[in-house]
């Protein structure tokens, strides 16, 4: 299947991924209105150690821990092999997010799970981060 | 002490649209943006803005702009505002100014006064999208009689040449003046479009020699990173005497700049300037230069074609005319208004002639002597389309060389802040963090995208004009007229006004 890969070679560190990511979830047409004055939580992340900087988001495993750990169903993969969450059935245990070897899940404010799903359940289609990164440095291919 | 300077650009930042992403501030090497805790939003430091747009196409909600600052000195049309400022600098600093990238002052561009004929009627066009139409070029001498075989069969020897795709090649930049991945993207765009990119005085990276095809070495006058393996792994070498930029002086790349790799490979120690002289110490004369140019072709075993590149200036019809009884196969000559990392600004915006007049007469002046054959013309100095390619070709050139147009095209927007080493787009700096935001992977596709719409371009103006092949087209000033030029310059550039028949 089609996967986001991340070259960290080329990646900047200047965090667009995030907000664009924070943009095309939010379901709000306009970035500034989805934006302004919110407090972001993007299912991507840029981790840096001061040199290396890397974006961080679900990987979406051939064998996914997440949803062995889940105890409620709410995750699953979707007929692409992309991992997605449901989240009327999330009871918010954490299980996942204490079984993702990335730290690809959270448990929001909402307290329920979420984490990338391809931005194949929002408006854009395609994932937003890969189609606005400056640099290259996220890919959505396969390989 | 007082700063003299107004700045030069204002950030125009708009409140309503900034989400205090802080993109602007990550990306900024001249720290211009911060995020102010106190005013819970972004603030912007004019004073260090130099116009490069690195913030303006990044900003994910176009919240800015980079405006000329509306606070100016008081008009006047002798002691402009630059004059003023210059002045303020060298009041303090007591040294001599530096620019980048190509000649900015208003001198007429004569590519702008020149336009193309196209067939109606009486010469049908022809459509390149049916018909074949042919834009490769070899360069290199061109032999004057055919040699056959007892047989009669002709004798293929032919002088070492150049094939290109298409009339244009990369101009020399070397790596320390732009960066690794620059590099990296002109030698894979190159391979990819069948033409040459030109490794400048920097010598060649040892991860580049895969490129040797498309490779040209260039020997100026501080010869660094030139050895054998070096040359003989160019398709052609490039003796350089003199670049448009800075006709008759040398160069200067400051020690700050030579660590690692181009330490390594332009064979010099870390941290030590790498100057290159004035004039080559051993080229004092047209026969001096022949005897660098047979050294050059001995090494090579007369395999390679030998490129000799000068700066345009006054006299360079008189000049092209002895390059061209050197030996060399190639003259490639560079107009005033060619790019540079550094020169010094006074020479850089006052040495020099239009390239478009320096080819005009040198081409005539090979031609009246009958040894236009003798070599082929690279032209250099802002060509910045595929019209000026066309119409180079019509005035005489066999080929461009293209450096700004190439920069540009991975993102350079001309700021002309080379020199402090900090190129936000990643191009003419050293800086790791920097060099890393060009990636070689978009700065190629984008290369060989531009220059495969030249070529249809070209094909396409060509075929207006009823012709199928650069060489019909090469010298070809019937297909120029010019407008708004004056009779001397007409002579010049050997073509005639619009209207004229």
Known sequence: MKKIYVKEEWCLGCHLCEFECAYANSGIGNIVLALKDKEIDPNVKVLSDGKITFAVSCRHCDEPLCISACISGALSKDETGAVMVDKSKCVGCGSCVMVCPYGAVRITKEGTANKCQLCMNNTFGEPLCVKKCPNGAIVFEEK | MIDYNVAPFEVVRDYDK??????????????????????????????????????????????????????????????????????????????????????????????????????????????????????????????????????????????????????????????????????????????????????????????????????????????????????????????????????????????????????????????????????????????????????IKEATEYKKPVIVKIAAVHNVAAIASGIARSGADIIAIDGFRGGTGAAPTRIRDNVGIPIELALGSVDQRLREENIRDNVSLVVAGSIRSSADVVKAICLGADAVYIGSASLVAMGCHLCRTCNYGKCNWGIATQRPDLVKRLNPDIAAERLINMLTAWNHEIQEMMGGMGINSIEALRGNRLMLRGVGLNERELAVLGIKHAGEV
Not at chain 2, 43 to 70: E, F, G, H, Y
Not at chain 2, 156 to 179: D, E, N, Q, T
Not at chain 2, 225 to 230: I, L, S
Not at chain 2, 231 to 246: F, M, R, V
Request: overall charge positive; aromatic content about 8%.
């Open chain 2, 18 to 295: 900034c989400v205090n992403c802080r993109v602007c501030e990550r990306q900024c090497s001249n720290e211009v943006h911060h995020y102010e805790e106190g005013f819970g939003k972004m603030i912007s430091d004019s004073t260090k803005c130099v116009d490069c747009q690195r913030c303006v196409c990044l900003c994910p909600t176009k919240a800015l702009k980079i405006l000329p600052n509306q606070n100016a000195f008081r008009p006047n049309a002798n002691w402009q505002q630059k004059y003023l400022t210059e002045i303020y600098k060298q009041a303090e600093s007591g040294g001599v100014l530096l620019s980048s990238m190509g000649n900015p002052e208003p001198f007429p561009v004569y590519f702008d006064k020149i336009l193309i004929n196209a067939s109606q009627v009486t010469n049908p066009s022809i459509d390149p999208l049916r018909e074949p139409m042919e834009t490769r070029v070899f360069l290199g001498a061109k032999p004057q009689t055919m040699q056959r075989d007892r047989e009669g069969k002709i004798l293929p020897k032919l002088p070492p040449r150049l094939k290109l795709s298409m009339p244009v090649m990369f101009s020399a930049m070397s790596y320390g003046s732009i960066s690794y991945n620059a590099h990296a993207a002109l030698a894979r765009a190159a391979e990819k479009l069948g033409i040459y990119y030109n490794t400048g005085e920097g010598g060649l990276h040892k991860d580049f020699y895969k490129y040797s095809a498309n490779t040209i070495v260039q020997v100026a006058s501080g010869r660094f990173g030139v050895h054998k393996d070096y040359l003989e792994d160019g398709a052609a070498i490039e003796i350089k005497i003199g670049q448009g930029a800075k006709p008759g002086i040398g160069g200067h790349l400051p020690g700050a700049k030579i660590v690692g790799d181009v330490s390594k490979t332009r064979m010099i120690p870390e941290g030590s300037d790498a100057v290159s002289p004035a004039p080559h110490h051993d080229i004092y004369s047209i026969e001096d230069l022949r005897q660098l140019v047979y050294s």
